[in-house]
């Protein structure tokens, strides 16, 4: 039976406004309260709970009739804007969380119109893209014709550089093959120190947990080279398949540096992969004062990093480099009759991004990563990152001038390792007096540090990725944790006897 829709009124219903110029005042309003929640970002609590009626308001049931757009961003405005974890405001340390900009936001609001997918094809943010490697691949004194991809964060792009690592030097065809198909096991390299990233790559991977083999530290927390050359030999006396190192350029817990150029040369004696792990600290690279701190990124075979941390811009955008560009294509690559590319139209290289990484279906982030690198100009982004290490030196400074704080670890790039002491409490009260201090701290709505634990003592952890912070926030900051510590100690059973 044919059905003739051409003056069916469902024919004519989309998604866009009924009325379009409503729409455009709501628009407006959005981009005015913005402007307004940025500038004032300074005038609120660093952090706040979301209240249980706010809550209560998004936990409704399924909305099956629209709401007039102006209702649904009244909501937003009042109840979900408000009770972010905090991380735009200058008192804001906690993890590596980065502020982003006004600049990052609009790039956002304008990718999400274009809606474009960065597979590849021929259009526009796809050029932007290659453009926007390029740059960043320039900043790390990488090869021109190196291959990169622009991912959710560092947790993907290690992800991404692990499983090259496992394509070129597992010694069989582990694509074709399989893992399980090998008689020896593979197995990977990093410090004690390595995030936690390597544990789901491993996992996901099928390498297993154990594939990953934890090496000891120093005193200032980098990787004892000799000791991960002897675990390496003697993986391979038992019959195991060592393929790759990671070097940590910027560890989680307090910003150190590995020994780069030592692991290189360590790679090279056996013949594995190096991947760096510079999820915030290789963009230490964009400042003049602190290239040279990681200037031996460069020799890595794959090196892995975050624009929403130390780049100031929104989440979530990360970024892997692959110095052999065959090495990523040979890991990822698959062919697809309903993807194959034309010599003309808009299907040429259709594939291009996709053929590097897992994805095919990708968000437009390179937008935001251009806009804020142009409007921006690398080098002021490249001072804030310098300001940062200044104020985590300068943090530190205070830190040892006090006689109730002690750093917990070396000031190597931009974190602070903090706790108060007393002479009278044992360990474990210390580290329940310090972990009071945090909490009391992030409720109060000064400051959002984050906690770790180093060598067994509880650390207040100051990690500085923040443009609007200045050297007053970080001093009232030391100086709470000095009044929290006192008024502690004067309360009664608050700590373990």
């Known amino acids: 039976m044919a059905v003739n829709n051409d003056h069916d009124p469902r024919d004519f219903e989309s998604l866009d406004p009924e009325d379009w110029e409503a729409a455009r005042a709501t628009a407006h309003e959005m981009i005015d309260d913005v402007v307004d929640f940025l500038k004032s970002v300074r005038e609120r609590p660093a952090w706040r709970r979301m209240p249980e009626a706010s809550r209560d308001i998004i936990n409704e049931p399924i909305p099956r009739r629209g709401t007039e757009l102006g209702e649904v961003y009244a909501t937003f405005r009042e109840h979900i804007l408000p009770f972010p974890t905090g991380n735009i405001h200058p008192g804001f340390y906690g993890w590596v969380k980065g502020t982003g900009s006004l600049t990052g936001a609009l790039a956002e609001f304008l990718s999400g119109t274009m809606n474009a997918n960065i597979a590849g094809f021929d259009q526009s943010p796809t050029v932007v893209e290659k453009q926007v490697l390029n740059w960043l691949a320039e900043l790390v004194d990488y090869p021109r014709d190196c291959s990169g991809l622009l991912v959710s964060g560092g947790t993907v792009a290690n992800l991404n550089g692990l499983a090259v690592a496992r394509t070129e030097c597992a010694g069989f065809d582990v694509r074709k093959e399989g893992i399980t198909q090998s008689a020896t096991r593979l197995t990977v390299y990093g410090s004690t120190e390595t995030h ?63 020994d780069v150029t030592a692991l290189r040369q360590l790679s090279d004696d056996f013949g594995l992969w190096l991947h760096v792990d510079g999820a915030f600290g290789s963009l230490a690279a964009w400042s003049e004062e602190t290239r040279g701190l990681v200037a031996a990124q460069a020799s890595a075979d794959s090196i892995a990093f975050d624009l929403h941390k130390w780049g100031y811009m929104p989440y979530d955008i990360g970024c892997v480099l692959t110095r052999n560009p065959a090495a990523q294509l ?29 994805q095919l279906s990708r968000s437009f982030r390179a937008l935001k990563a251009w806009m804020c690198m142009k409007e921006q100009g690398v080098d002021k982004i490249g001072r804030m990152i310098s300001k940062n290490v200044r104020q985590a030196q300068y943090l530190g400074n205070l830190v040892q001038a006090h006689e109730k704080l002690e750093l917990v670890a070396p000031v190597s790039l931009n974190i602070s390792c903090l706790r108060y002491i007393h002479d009278s409490l044992s360990k474990e009260s210390l580290n329940a007096l310090n972990e009071e201090i945090l909490l009391r701290i992030q409720e109060q709505g000064l400051a959002v540090p984050s906690n770790t634990v180093l060598n067994g003592r509880f650390a207040i952890r100051v990690c500085i990725t923040n443009h609007r912070t200045t050297t007053s926030d970080l001093k009232a900051l030391a100086e709470a944790v000095v009044a929290h510590g006192d008024d502690i100690l004067n309360e009664e059973d608050l700590l373990p006897s």
């Open 196 to 258: 936690s990233w390597i544990y789901k790559a491993c996992d996901l991977m099928g390498l297993g947990l154990d594939a990953f083999r934890k090496v000891q530290v120093h005193d200032d927390f980098t990787i004892d080279v000799q000791a991960c050359r002897q675990r390496i030999e003697q993986d391979i006396a038992t019959g195991m398949k060592p393929f790759c190192i990671v070097a940590n350029v910027g560890t989680v817990n307090s910003a150190a540096i590995d």
């Open 330 to 358: 040979n890991t990822f690559r698959h062919g697809a009759s309903y993807l194959s590319p034309t010599d003309r139209g808009v299907a040429v290289d259709s594939t291009y991004f996709n053929d590097r990484g897992i």
